[in-house]
């Protein structure tokens, strides 16, 4: 039974490009949370999805930042143009079941570099 | 600003004793700790939990203490070993999803 997966791994963007960063859960979870994690940091909650609908994006910046959880496919984060601060380790993690945070289970991250 | 915090940043330890390493949270209605190791290049994976009617929990050579008095949480690695050496931070749960993570303490074993 696969992991959390997340791609890519790695990924180096420029100033003012876009960056797509992608979770496929693992089988039978629905529900699927985005974390960042900035060098030196502990993770901070950004966005909380269901299929076809975002729970709580309360921890997403307001502006250039969005995600979704398709029907069929894997959530994605999507950052506009992008600027050096966005640089850090993006972590998603997935539960089977809502409100159980004993239960997320994390990728491995995609750690975004911005040149 | 957060909630959760560790006293300490790094952590060295001979291998063979026994590792504390501490969390100090600041939310008294959280309900909801948990430990994570991550070790480099990787992400978090769950050691232990407690819940705030407990005071200690045991597992496979990690044992969790949590002061709620003080809002003070501890994990123990006893006879820690090379394998160990990783990146330890504490996370509450303030909510049912939205787990509130500490800066976390680094910890290396030396041989």
């Known amino acids: 039974n696969a992991g959390v997966m997340q791609n890519p791994r790695h990924l180096v963007r420029r100033r003012g490009q876009e960056a797509r960063l992608r979770c496929s859960p693992m089988?039978?979870?629905?529900?699927v949370y985005w974390y960042r994690q900035l060098p030196e940091e502990g993770l901070k909650f950004m966005v909380y999805?269901?299929?076809?609908?975002?729970?709580?994006e309360s921890g997403m910046p307001k502006e250039r930042f969005s995600a979704e959880f398709p029907k069929e496919g894997p959530s994605i984060l999507r950052i506009q143009q992008v600027v050096r601060g966005d640089s850090a380790a993006y972590f998603c993690?997935?539960?089977?079941?809502?409100?159980?945070?004993?239960?997320?289970?994390f990728g491995p991250g995609t750690r975004l570099t911005v040149l | 600003g957060e909630s959760v915090g560790l006293h300490l940043p790094t952590l060295s330890v001979q291998e063979g004793d026994n590792s504390i390493i501490n969390c100090a949270y600041s939310n008294s209605a959280s309900d909801y700790f948990i430990w994570y190791k991550q070790e480099s290049g990787k992400g978090p994976q769950f050691i232990i939990d407690i819940r705030s009617n407990m005071d200690k929990r045991q597992g496979q050579r990690v044992t969790v203490l949590l002061n709620k008095t003080v809002k003070h949480l501890s994990l123990q690695i006893a006879a820690t070993q090379p394998g160990d050496s990783a990146v330890y931070f504490c996370?509450?749960?303030?909510?049912?999803?939205?787990?509130?993570f500490g800066a976390g303490t680094t910890v290396t074993v030396r041989a």
């Open positions: 999805l269901q299929k076809e609908n975002i729970i709580d």
């Open positions: 996370a509450e749960n303030k909510y049912d999803y939205k787990l509130s």
């Open positions: 993690a997935s539960s089977p079941q809502a409100g159980l945070a004993d239960e997320q289970f």
């Open positions: 089988k039978g979870h629905s529900h």
